[in-house]
């Protein structure tokens, strides 16, 4: 029997969500495993944030993304859930791509230390924010259209 | 393996820093559990700062306490800015030869603003030695042992992906860790002190 469009969608959009739900656990894992302070560092280096703001962001942004895998993963809240990761992932891309076109030679911080940006780590979380809004934009055409 | 992983981990201190590096570009107790290496470019301004402001703290925390061995390690730019950085380096380990790499160090960083610009880099060198030993220096900084030193000290910096300067490479237990965050000083200890707790 063939696969209808729908039910391709339907699992891409699972397999999808598990994957980026999965990107997000472990980005947030590795930073916790290390002290708070490398990533404080890290956010410093960006020169967008005073220090104390760096300092409150390495406390808090790894649980954030560790709670928002496991809500992605699990398929709760998807709106919400979508949504804040395209909206961390939109800001998290545009930095990089700040830092990068401005000749700044720091690491991304994304999944933890050593990972200077290049295109490579552009590419990458290029590709993980695509996903994310293509996921919000389902979240959304769902909401509008019950399957 | 856990024997020979805490082995290992003993003997990186050594291992880093015993082959190549000259005894006078280095502070403390080899043995010490923590291995900082500085790379700095004597033309960088973020350099002086750290040398003149930060540094003595880190090494009264943690080289006085014989918690960190302290190696200096050359990382001259390689940018017109700093057309001055690689001599200046090679006079620095000239130094280190006949025991003065802080004294050269400090009056480099002391007079930067100055043969940065101007490239008085031996007038500034000669005038925190001797007589003596500024033959001995002058000579030694055209040794072919003292150049490869420096390229070694680069080459050493290229492989760790060093991005920026002042960099402080972290040694501890088999891992390495790039610092070069120095504006609030307290980040840099509660670092430190947490990985000494693991």
Not at chain 1, 27 to 52: N, T
Not at chain 1, 73 to 85: L, N, P
Not at chain 2, 25 to 38: I, R, S
Not at chain 2, 71 to 79: G, Q
């Amino acid at each position: 029997m063939p696969f209808s469009k729908n039910k391709i969608l339907q699992v891409a959009v699972v397999v999808l969500r598990v994957v980026l739900g999965g990107i997000f656990i472990y980005a947030g894992y590795v930073k916790l495993a290390e002290p708070w302070q490398l990533f404080a560092a890290g956010i410093a280096d960006y020169e967008v944030v005073p220090m104390w703001a760096a300092k409150f962001l390495a406390h808090t942004l790894p649980w954030f993304e560790v709670l928002a895998g496991v809500l992605l993963i699990a398929g709760r809240w998807f709106r919400t859930s979508t949504v804040s990761t395209s909206l961390l992932l939109l800001v998290f891309f545009s930095l990089m791509v700040r830092a990068f076109a401005g000749g700044k030679e720091i690491n991304c911080g994304c999944f933890g230390p050593n990972e200077p940006i290049s295109w490579k780590t552009l590419v990458r979380d290029g590709s993980m924010l695509a996903v994310s809004l293509f996921l919000t934009a389902i979240a959304f055409r769902n909401r509008r259209k019950p399957a | 393996m856990k024997i020979l992983a805490l082995a290992l981990a003993a003997l990186l201190p050594c291992l880093a820093a015993g082959l190549d590096v000259d005894k006078g570009k280095t502070m403390g107790d080899p043995a010490a559990p923590m291995l900082f290496e500085l790379y700095s470019d004597f033309s960088c301004p973020a350099c002086k700062t750290l040398h003149e402001n930060v540094l003595r703290t880190i090494v009264q925390d943690y080289v006085r306490t014989g918690k960190a061995y302290l190696v200096f390690r050359e990382f001259p730019l390689n940018i017109p800015a700093h057309v001055y950085s690689r001599p200046a380096a090679a006079f620095a380990v000239a130094a280190a030869r006949i025991g003065k790499y802080q004294t050269v160090s400090d009056a480099l960083f002391r007079n930067q603003q100055a043969w940065s610009v101007n490239g008085k880099v031996w007038e500034t060198v000669a005038g925190v030695l001797t007589p003596e030993e500024q033959k001995r220096v002058q000579v030694l900084a055209k040794d072919p042992a003292v150049l490869a030193e420096v390229q070694r000290d680069v080459d050493r910096g290229m492989q760790a992906v060093l991005t920026q300067t002042p960099t402080l490479m972290v040694t501890y237990k088999l891992r390495q860790q790039p610092w070069a965050q120095f504006g609030d000083y307290s980040l840099f200890r509660g670092y430190i002190d947490a990985l000494l707790k693991k």
